[in-house]
């Protein structure tokens, strides 16, 4: 009776009770700022943004002081990340402001004594019908409406504090100079400007630059329209990114996309001079700094003086570029490298200058040999520049020489030629693989050596020209007195064009920085790769020019070569073969899909490089080599006891699985070996030439190919046979992989062996229940467990069964090495590929495979 009556009254008071919740959850946010509604720190109001992903309102920095400030922040991101700050210098001491829209028709905010503390200061508002609003993008939009709609008067995003984010504008004018929207905090706990800024400076090429008071503190190097070309490591394409549009007045405005919409991304210079980017990791909650500026004694502007150059491979980190030597060698020896480098040797173009003053002089300097340039590679180029109306590079050197105090040139892609008077500033050698070329001017004595050798190298090759082009001449000759009589026509009419085509081609090859060449037209073209593109020079200088010694193997595409960037860094450079007959254009979509697999068990792809016909892959680089020189070594296997050999199991099964199901493509390996499971230094497994099918064998998406890619032994018999591949095709090289762990054998050690392969053998053993005979004899440590040996087995068996269907998914292959209880199901005896000896069933199918060693390419013979 009681309980009826409880029940009864809340069901009388449960509308009443919804309604007060309701009310106390959503009276605190507003949405707009109008005369009428105000937001009130008192009562704890704020204004939302419409899909709740920014808040404004009153906040302080520490939860002891007084002080409040009127800021933008992400909505329900922990972390305090305030975007924008009104009262940057004017806190309110305690809970008594208010914003509200002044009787100017201005957003304004109040302190406890009704004195205006900030204002947006938009003067002559014609009425007073303004409304402020939060946008999701975080801008805060001040407008008005009339009878002609509505009409902005004033943003946030115009008028920013220490945060750029996606969505705003820097709109620079090249006529106008510099500009510094940004300025740093005090300290973490004083958003009053500080003593770093942060803009743009449109002189020559666009250029992002961090201040320190007045003074210069770091820059981002020139924009090709592609990239910041001073920035380590940086990636952009058309799609995401930073881009740089000129308008028709001439105006440049800098915005930046992220990758995906709902990314949320923010650029800030810190109150202790660094910028930096985050990015916000939803996983894990928290924000992510994905990029920092300055970031390395190099990066410090102007560290080394003028005419010097920055390296940290150096271990002074300080050099005088060439031809050029400390100006005051005791300082520069204690390491004060303020004062810079001056030149060896005056230039010709100076000589002449100061020898119009000095009658004496001209007469023994005037027929010293011409002035010419030294080529620096891989480097930041120097601060302010000159951009100069040529593309061509042999005008922008002409043009430099012709200047008197002109001291360096270049020729970048997508900007154009530029030129340097006077001193070097800023100049850094790039350990990884970016930066551009720079040429600097020097007397002729200086070029040294270099030229020389040039010289005899010209001469040499002159001579042996001649002696080609005699040899040829008299061929041709020889040839056409031969065919004269019968068609001496058709020689001349085939003659010419093939000629023209050769000729034409080998203009393309030799673009210089082929790197970006294609990439670098602004605003035309919408595919650029986000992974980096390294300097085709610097990688063949890293692998000291693709030698022998440094060749790790040959792989199915083409032969992989050991190569040490300037920083150190090892990589693995893989250089492919051209017979892909792939455009550039597909080539580069290829390898941008493939940089988005990122996966701990697959081979990381740190870039590629183009030139002309030459493609190169460059991936990080794996000391312990590939899991082949282990598993098959009888000395190396014993180095891989039980649990390291389940652990790698796993990580290839890791592996693909990502690259069958959760990447956003879905990839076929297609050719899975130990020999392309690879290993780093805690031998951990990483999967590589994935993706590398598609490019070379068409699409993935098909399901028949007349070209079959893949290694004897590891492929399923569907596939051999009839070409057809699936992600179970896959699973059935995974399948004999595994057995290969286990037991330490090729499966193709077995030709002359009563069982034809090492399936056949398993097979037998399994079905005798003697699996545990299987395992390799050197494993023989107390890590080994019977029950997880037998299961590892089973599934070894189910994956190489003959029927595809009857396979298991990867996914279901992770299930079952990770769970200990599951039943699995009994595998179907493999006749196709482990009874060919005996020839008891069918035909043996594989015989007709033209079998190279490492790849075969298929004239298939089909069984009957
Ligand atoms: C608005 O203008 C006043 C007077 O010109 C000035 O003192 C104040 O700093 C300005 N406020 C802002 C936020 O620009
Ligand atoms: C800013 O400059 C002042 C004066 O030079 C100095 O005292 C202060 O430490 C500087 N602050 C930071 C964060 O560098
Ligand atoms: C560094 O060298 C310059 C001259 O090159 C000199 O003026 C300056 O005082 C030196 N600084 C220090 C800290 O020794
Ligand atoms: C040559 O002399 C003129 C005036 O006599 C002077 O302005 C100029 O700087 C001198 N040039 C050099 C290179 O010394």
């Known amino acids: 009776m009681v309980l009826t009556q409880t029940t009864i009254l809340f069901l009388l008071l449960f509308p009443f009770l919804f309604i007060v919740c309701f009310f106390t959850l959503f009276s605190h946010a507003a949405s707009s700022i109008t005369p009428r509604i105000l937001i009130r720190d008192v009562d704890g109001e704020t204004l939302l943004s419409e899909e709740l992903n920014f808040e404004l309102g009153f906040f302080s920095l520490d939860n002891n002081s007084s002080l409040r400030y009127v800021g933008i922040w992400y909505y329900r991101i922990p972390g305090a990340a305030f975007i924008w700050v009104a009262n940057r210098d004017r806190p309110i001491n305690g809970r008594v402001g208010v914003i509200t829209i002044g009787i100017d028709g201005n957003l304004v905010i109040f302190d406890g004594?009704?004195?205006?503390?900030?204002?947006?200061?938009?003067?002559?508002?014609?009425?007073?019908?303004?409304?402020?609003?939060?946008?999701?993008?975080?801008?805060?939009?001040?407008?008005?409406?009339?009878?002609?709609?509505?009409?902005?008067?004033?943003?946030?995003?115009?008028?920013?504090?220490?945060?750029?984010?996606?969505?705003?504008?820097?709109?620079?004018?090249?006529?106008?100079?510099?500009?510094?929207?940004?300025?740093?905090?005090?300290?973490?706990?004083?958003?009053?400007?500080?003593?770093?800024?942060?803009?743009?400076?449109?002189?020559?090429?666009?250029?992002?630059?961090?201040?320190?008071?007045?003074?210069?503190?770091?820059?981002?190097?020139?924009?090709?329209?592609?990239?910041f070309t001073g920035v380590s490591n940086m990636t952009g394409s058309y799609l995401f990114g930073f881009r740089l549009n000129t308008d028709r007045n001439g105006e440049r405005h800098l915005a930046y996309t992220p990758l995906e919409n709902i990314e949320k991304v923010r650029f800030q210079i810190g109150w202790d001079g660094l910028e930096r980017q985050y990015k916000w990791n939803d996983g894990e909650k928290r924000?992510?700094?994905?990029?920092?500026?300055?970031?390395?004694?190099?990066?410090?502007?102007?560290?080394?003086?003028?005419?010097?150059?920055?390296?940290?491979?150096?271990?002074?980190?300080?050099?005088?570029?060439?031809?050029?030597?400390?100006?005051?060698?005791?300082?520069?020896?204690?390491?004060?490298?303020?004062?810079?480098?001056?030149?060896?040797?005056?230039?010709?173009?100076?000589?002449?200058?100061?020898?119009?003053?000095?009658?004496?002089?001209?007469?023994?300097?005037?027929?010293?040999?011409?002035?010419?340039?030294?080529?620096?590679?891989?480097?930041?180029?120097?601060d302010f520049a000159r951009l100069v109306g040529t593309q061509d590079k042999n005008d922008c050197e002409s043009y430099c020489l012709q200047e008197t105090n002109c001291t360096a040139y270049t020729s970048v892609n997508g900007i154009g030629c530029l030129i340097w008077h006077g001193e070097l500033l800023d100049i850094k050698d790039f350990e990884d693989g970016g930066g551009n070329t720079l040429y600097i001017r020097l007397a002729h004595s200086d070029l040294g050596d270099g030229k020389k050798k040039m010289k005899i190298v010209i001469i040499f090759s002159v001579v042996l020209g001649s002696i080609c082009l005699g040899i040829f001449l008299w061929l041709v000759w020889r040839f056409r007195g031969r065919k004269a009589v019968a068609a001496a026509s058709c020689c001349k009419t085939s003659d010419i064009p093939v000629f023209d085509i050769t000729r034409s081609k080998s203009r393309q090859v030799s673009t210089e920085f082929s790197g970006s060449a294609e990439l670098s037209l602004e605003g035309h073209e919408l595919s650029g790769p986000e992974l980096p593109l390294f300097n085709f020079d610097c990688i063949a200088i890293a692998t000291d020019n693709?030698?022998?010694?440094?060749?790790?193997?040959?792989?199915?595409?083409?032969?992989?070569?050991?190569?040490?960037?300037?920083?150190?860094?090892?990589?693995?450079?893989?250089?492919?073969?051209?017979?892909?007959?792939?455009?550039?254009?597909?080539?580069?979509?290829?390898?941008?899909?493939?940089?988005?697999?990122?996966?701990?068990?697959?081979?990381?792809?740190?870039?590629?490089?183009?030139?002309?016909?030459?493609?190169?892959?460059?991936?990080?680089?794996?000391?312990?080599?590939?899991?082949?020189?282990?598993?098959?070594?009888?000395?190396?296997?014993?180095?891989?006891?039980?649990?390291?050999?389940?652990?790698?199991?796993?990580?290839?099964?890791?592996?693909?699985?990502?690259?069958?199901?959760?990447?956003?493509l879905r990839i076929i390996h297609r050719d899975l070996k130990a020999s392309n499971i690879l290993l780093d230094e805690d031998m951990n497994p990483k999967i590589s030439d994935f993706g590398l099918a598609r490019i070379f064998g068409g699409g993935q998406g098909e399901v028949n190919t007349t070209r079959v890619v893949g290694t004897y032994g590891y492929m399923a018999p569907e596939y051999a046979m009839e070409g057809l591949f699936s992600i179970?095709?896959?699973?059935?090289?995974?399948?004999?992989?595994?057995?290969?762990?286990?037991?330490?054998?090729?499966?193709?050690?077995?030709?002359?062996?009563?069982?034809?392969?090492?399936?056949?053998?398993?097979?037998?053993?399994?079905?005798?229940?003697?699996?545990?005979?299987?395992?390799?004899?050197?494993?023989?440590?107390?890590?080994?467990?019977?029950?997880?040996?037998?299961?590892?087995?089973?599934?070894?068996?189910?994956?190489?069964?003959?029927?595809?269907?009857?396979?298991?998914?990867?996914?279901?292959?992770?299930?079952?090495?990770?769970?200990?209880?599951?039943?699995?199901?009994?595998?179907?005896?493999?006749?196709?590929?482990?009874?060919?000896?005996?020839?008891?069933d069918r035909d043996c199918y594989m015989e007709g495979l033209d079998v190279s060693l490492n790849e075969l390419t298929v004239t298939m013979v089909l069984g009957r």
């Open 113 to 227: 004594d009704k004195n205006q503390v900030w204002s947006s200061n938009v003067s002559n508002i014609k009425n007073n019908n303004t409304e402020a609003v939060l946008r999701d993008d975080g801008n805060l939009v001040l407008s008005t409406k009339d009878d002609d709609g509505e009409r902005e008067l004033w943003k946030s995003f115009d008028h920013p504090t220490d945060t750029f984010l996606p969505g705003m504008t820097v709109s620079v004018n090249p006529s106008k100079g510099e500009i510094r929207p940004f300025v740093s905090w005090k300290s973490s706990t004083d958003p009053a400007p500080g003593n770093f800024s942060m803009g743009i400076d449109p002189r020559a090429s666009t250029q992002i630059v961090i201040w320190e008071g007045d003074k210069r503190r770091w820059r981002s190097g020139y924009w090709d329209g592609r990239i």
């Open 728 to 840: 179970k095709s896959d699973v059935y090289s995974f399948g004999v992989l595994l057995l290969e762990i286990v037991s330490g054998r090729k499966n193709t050690s077995f030709r002359h062996s009563d069982d034809s392969s090492l399936i056949g053998y398993a097979w037998h053993l399994w079905n005798e229940q003697r699996a545990m005979e299987l395992v390799d004899p050197s494993i023989c440590d107390s890590s080994l467990k019977n029950q997880q040996v037998l299961r590892c087995i089973h599934i070894g068996m189910l994956c190489v069964q003959d029927s595809a269907a009857h396979r298991p998914t990867m996914s279901s292959v992770v299930l079952m090495l990770e769970s200990e209880a599951t039943n699995l199901p009994l595998p179907k005896r493999p006749l196709l590929t482990s009874m060919r000896r005996r020839s008891e």
């Open 287 to 382: 924000w992510d700094k994905t990029q920092e500026e300055p970031y390395n004694n190099c990066e410090i502007y102007n560290k080394c003086g003028s005419f010097a150059e920055c390296s940290l491979a150096s271990p002074m980190n300080c050099v005088c570029i060439r031809g050029f030597k400390p100006k005051e060698v005791d300082e520069w020896t204690k390491g004060n490298w303020s004062g810079g480098c001056k030149r060896m040797t005056p230039l010709k173009a100076e000589k002449n200058s100061n020898s119009n003053n000095d009658s004496s002089v001209a007469a023994t300097e005037v027929d010293v040999e011409e002035d010419g340039f030294v080529k620096l590679q891989c480097r930041k180029l120097p």
């Open 546 to 664: 693709f030698s022998d010694e440094n060749k790790l193997g040959q792989g199915g595409f083409g032969p992989v070569y050991k190569g040490k960037l300037r920083g150190g860094e090892q990589i693995a450079v893989k250089r492919l073969s051209r017979r892909s007959g792939q455009g550039q254009e597909e080539f580069k979509n290829e390898m941008m899909l493939i940089a988005k697999l990122q996966h701990r068990n697959l081979v990381r792809l740190l870039g590629c490089s183009i030139q002309g016909e030459e493609m190169l892959l460059v991936y990080e680089y794996m000391p312990n080599k590939s899991l082949d020189q282990f598993l098959f070594d009888t000395v190396r296997q014993q180095q891989l006891n039980w649990n390291k050999r389940f652990e790698i199991i796993e990580g290839i099964a890791r592996g693909l699985l990502y690259l069958h199901r959760d990447s956003r």
